[in-house]
């Protein structure tokens, strides 16, 4: 079993900063590319960036220059560092990770608000 236990979010104004962070524990072994996603009431879930054990990114145009993702393997966390956000960014942002045999894990998901 792995489980993804979130961090951060909260309330901030528009051109501000938060960080999340997301833990991996259980059968982390199993575990090599992490990330985060985020969906808005009533749309699909939708990726922002996505960070490989080797620190290769994958990430959205949306966030690009604003949002920064890096991983921490020794304490098995990505952070995700959003700069400049927008009220666009308003949405619950989950952690994900893909395990073996196309299991793909979770975190419960954390609300980011940007508003004055």
């Known amino acids: 079993q792995v489980q993804l236990v979130e961090s951060g979010g909260g309330l901030v104004q528009p051109g501000g900063s938060l960080g999340l962070s997301c833990t991996v524990s259980?059968?982390?072994?199993?575990?090599?590319?992490m990330g985060w996603y985020r969906q808005a009431p009533g749309k699909e879930r939708d990726v922002v960036a996505t960070?490989?054990?080797?620190?290769?990114?994958v990430e959205d145009d949306s966030v690009k220059g604003r949002f920064t993702l890096s991983r921490d393997n020794t304490r098995r966390t990505v952070f995700l560092q959003m700069n400049n956000l927008k009220p666009a960014d308003t949405v619950v942002y989950f952690c994900?990770?893909?395990?073996?045999?196309?299991?793909?894990?979770w975190g419960k998901g954390t609300a980011v608000t940007v508003a004055h």
């Open positions: 994900y990770a893909p395990g073996l045999y196309g299991s793909q894990y």
């Open positions: 259980g059968d982390t072994f199993t575990i090599y590319n």
């Open positions: 960070i490989n054990i080797s620190g290769n990114l």
